[in-house]
T-cell receptor, first 109, second 114 residues
Framework: QKEVEQNSGPLSVPEGAIASLNCTYSDRGSQSFFWYRQYSGKSPELIMFIYSNGDKEDGRFTAQLNKASQYVSLLIRDSQPSDSATYLCAVRGNEKLTFGTGTRLTIIP | GAGVSQSPSNKVTEKGKDVELRCDPISGHTALYWYRQSLGQGLEFLIYFQGNSAPDKSGLPSDRFSAERTGGSVSTLTIQRTQQEDSAVYLC????????????FGDGTRLSIL
């Protein structure tokens, strides 16, 4: 079992709709959780981070964490073509981040 | 600039040569991390520095890989006797301190071994 699992996609979502990205992790001791966006040929860019169970909202983005289910998700409301990218889920136990392989998201105009 | 700076941005070298990759973290960030991303793969942790010490080197793939950090700032990742499987994008990240702080990435060095 991989430590951090994501659906690789591609996930296609119409412009203006909600995109839902999911991630599960295996280490129950994980403390903090991050979503990075990575455009092709570019480095990862931090989108959201969450430490506590529940929802955290920032603009069009909402991160959701359920530690009991070892599940973290990212919702993108009012999806825009510029949201088309690979989204990486990262989990931090000690100091290092463990990344999933990413979900490729395509927003269809 | 205010972000993490990496150099060179691209490096092409012949198999068997040594390479040095440089990372200049965000000013004031005490924690520094090296990751590797191979084509179509996720990010793979290599090594973590807190100040000039490396408490976690568990991700270094072989003894051909080494890294150091001086002055609590700039870090150099060295790959000796490069192999074709070393071809990847090498990413450096920094964060303000240990704990929950997010890591911010540089633009990476794309390394190609011929």
């Amino acid at each position: 079992q991989k430590e951090v699992e994501q659906n690789s996609g591609p996930l296609s979502v119409p412009e203006g709709a909600i995109a839902s990205l999911n991630c599960t992790y295996s280490d129950r001791g994980s403390q903090s959780f991050f979503w990075y966006r990575q455009y092709s040929g570019k480095s990862p860019e931090l989108i959201m981070f969450i430490y506590s169970n529940g929802d955290k909202e920032d603009g069009r983005f909402t991160a959701q964490l359920n530690k009991a289910s070892q599940y973290v998700s990212l919702l993108i409301r009012d999806s825009q073509p510029s949201d088309s990218a690979t989204y990486l889920c990262a989990v931090r136990g000690n100091e290092k981040l463990t990344f999933g392989t990413g979900t490729r998201l395509t927003i269809i105009p | 600039g205010a972000g993490v700076s990496q150099s060179p941005s691209n490096k092409v070298t012949e198999k068997g040569k040594d390479v040095e990759l440089r990372c200049d973290p965000i000013s004031g960030h005490t924690a520094l991390y090296w990751y590797r991303q191979s084509l179509g793969q996720g990010l793979e942790f290599l090594i973590y520095f807190q100040g000039n010490s490396a408490p976690d080197k568990s991700g270094l793939p072989s003894d051909r890989f080494s890294a150091e950090r001086t002055g609590g700032s700039v870090s150099t990742l060295t790959i000796q006797r490069t192999q074709q499987e070393d071809s990847a994008v090498y990413l450096c990240a920094s964060s303000p301190s240990r704990g929950y702080q997010p890591q911010h990435f540089g633009d990476g060095t794309r390394l190609s071994i011929l």
